[in-house]
């Protein structure tokens, strides 16, 4: 039995996700991926079963630094404002520190590969952010409403202004560069519209 190289499975995770952002799911292969990395085929299949299970330990490995990035600091006793605020902070240092992942993970939320990639990161995540909202609705910060209507007030608007600033330009295609100033500025916007 050969030995694994972390090293090399470094260079496979990089350049699967590399293809996978470049090319779509739908153009990624174990062929294109070892050519990519100056391999043989059957050096991969010593590392992974095949094409499903090298997607779905990147996404899993991945999304859990994601999951973790995305709660530090957090604390659900957290008010709305202060709580959003950090996550903000998070889910932007996150995506912009890691603009190929954010693509990768786009890639797999409109795939089969979604329900592996959420549950990696979802476990600890989930409570954390469910216990979060139970304590600003018990408050009275914010009224009952459903998770997507929260999300969708909450985050849609950061993660527009992220794919603006890693593309580089807006709509128009007019340069873009996100500022704190751009980035406060519509959190104060997110934050009112949350607000009782």
């Not at 739908?26 to 062929?31: D, W």
């Not at 520190?97 to 990639?117: G, V």
């Not at 995540?125 to 018990?138: A, C, D, L, Y």
């Not at 993660?159 to 100033?181: A, C, Q, V, W």
């Amino acid at each position: 039995m050969r030995i694994r190289d972390e090293e090399k499975i470094k260079l496979v995770k990089e350049k699967a996700i590399e293809l996978i952002v470049t090319h779509g799911l739908e153009g990624f292969s174990m062929n294109k991926l070892a050519k990519a990395c100056s391999i043989s085929v059957a050096t991969l299949y010593i590392y992974y079963k095949d094409r499903d299970d090298l997607i779905i330990t990147i996404a899993v490995e991945e999304g859990n630094k994601m999951g973790t990035a995305m709660i530090a600091d957090f604390d659900p006793e957290m008010s709305l404002e202060e709580g959003l605020r950090k996550q903000w902070e998070n889910r932007c240092n996150y995506s912009i520190n890691n603009p190929m992942m954010s693509l990768f993970f786009d890639q797999l939320r409109s795939s089969s590969y979604q329900q592996e990639f959420l549950a990696s990161f979802l476990k600890e995540f989930k409570t954390v952010v469910g216990k979060f909202m139970h304590n600003i609705i018990q408050r009275g910060e914010i009224d009952k409403m459903p998770f997507e209507v929260y999300w969708s007030i909450a985050f849609a608007p950061l993660y527009n202004l992220i794919r603006f600033h890693n593309e580089g330009k807006s709509m128009g295609g007019r340069p873009f560069k996100l500022t704190d100033e751009i980035l406060w500025q519509t959190f104060d916007l997110a934050l009112k519209a949350l607000k009782k």
